[in-house]
């Protein structure tokens, strides 16, 4: 099994009334992607433009002592990691504060408070704010790996804004931790094994090979980590970054560097596509493999129309199939100008 690009196009017949009833065909696309098999579908854009949220006044109704990651809150109403784990309750790294989730996703999860700001716009956020964050987030990471060593996946999580499902406008990540895998750990972690057996070569490297020449859908590289469009994306653009680490414990400060200044890239194409909200996942292999990557996944979170309905809908839940209204390809020659 080598690395293949399939895609099946099918046709809905109909009289459009804005065009004057005439009897045309509107195309579906259904892509699989190269390493799952999962399949994801690029259906019409009618072109009308995203228009981003501004939370300028909603921060001003929230932030202060009414926010707990406020710096006047922030050590007063979050919680502490045992002493064992961590001794004085909290790692601080400069503005980051890391402190357990009060409700928490996994057997391990941090949140980190990213910086004192309380409403921070795209344009707004620093390469220091980012690299700072995640890299304070490694730092727990490194903690829990000593203190539990059945820890066997890990993830650094980001929802930026309401529509991504952020329950709180003030900057923050998640780090999740455990022996078991979410869905698209596991599946993932056995189709890259499953390709590694077969191909005797690692999926993520001989994808990034692929893409390059192709062209179609490389967008450009940051320090150690190469971006593409993903064939079969996971929504309206979905970028997918591969690390040349292997594993947790090739990451360094670099890394983290690299990272930040390659998500500030994508931060400016999104205010240019009028984009203010997104999802970013960091996947992390604990152990060193030659089947896995470090990889990451940034998407866009948005609302649609003068309901603001949200971008997700029975297609993506209930089915488990993404819908993209943007051509992959088209999407990469955009975002790569700003590499």
Not at 77 to 91: C, N
Not at 181 to 205: I, S, V
Not at 210 to 231: P, V, Y
Request: net charge negative; glycine share 4%; charged share 25%.
């Amino acid at each position: 099994m080598s690395i293949t690009f399939t895609k099946k196009e099918e046709f809905f017949t109909f009289h459009d009334p804005m065009q004057n009833g005439q009897l045309i065909d509107r195309k579906t696309e259904i892509r699989l992607d190269p390493l799952t098999g999962e399949t994801s579908r690029i259906i019409f854009d009618p072109g009308t433009p995203f228009t981003p949220s501004d939370y300028s006044e909603l921060a001003k109704e929230t932030e202060g002592k009414k926010c707990p990651f406020c710096p006047e809150n922030i050590l007063s109403f979050t919680p502490t990691f045992p002493e064992d784990l961590i001794e004085d309750g909290r790692l601080i790294q400069d503005e980051a504060v890391v402190f357990p989730n009060l409700f928490p996703y996994s057997k391990h999860n941090a949140v980190v408070r990213m910086c004192e700001q309380h409403y921070v716009k795209l344009a707004e956020f620093t390469p220091s704010i980012i690299s700072n964050s995640f890299s304070a987030a490694h730092e727990y990471l490194k903690k829990v790996i000593a203190k539990d060593p059945s820890t066997t996946y890990a993830s650094i999580n980001w929802n930026y804004l309401p529509p991504s499902g952020g329950s709180i406008l003030h900057p923050h990540i998640h780090v999740l931790a455990s022996e078991y895998p979410t869905n698209y750990q596991a599946t993932t972690t056995k189709a890259a094994q499953d390709f590694y057996k077969l191909n005797g070569a690692n999926y993520y490297d001989s994808l990034k090979t692929h893409e390059k020449e192709l062209a179609e859908r490389f967008i450009g590289t940051e320090g150690s980590i190469d971006w593409i469009h993903a064939f079969a994306p996971k929504s309206h653009t979905d970028f997918f970054g591969i690390s040349k680490a292997s594993s947790f414990e090739e990451l360094t400060e670099d890394f983290w560097q690299d990272l930040s200044e390659s998500v500030l890239r994508f931060f400016r194409y999104f205010e240019h596509i009028g984009i203010s909200s997104f999802n970013l996942g960091l996947f992390i292999p604990l152990t060193n493999n030659v089947d896995e990557r470090v990889h990451i996944r940034l998407l866009p979170r948005l609302t649609i129309g003068a309901l603001e309905t949200s971008d997700m809908n029975v297609f993506n839940y209930l089915h488990s199939e993404p819908l993209c209204m943007k051509e992959p390809e088209k999407t990469t020659k955009e975002a790569s100008t700003y590499f």
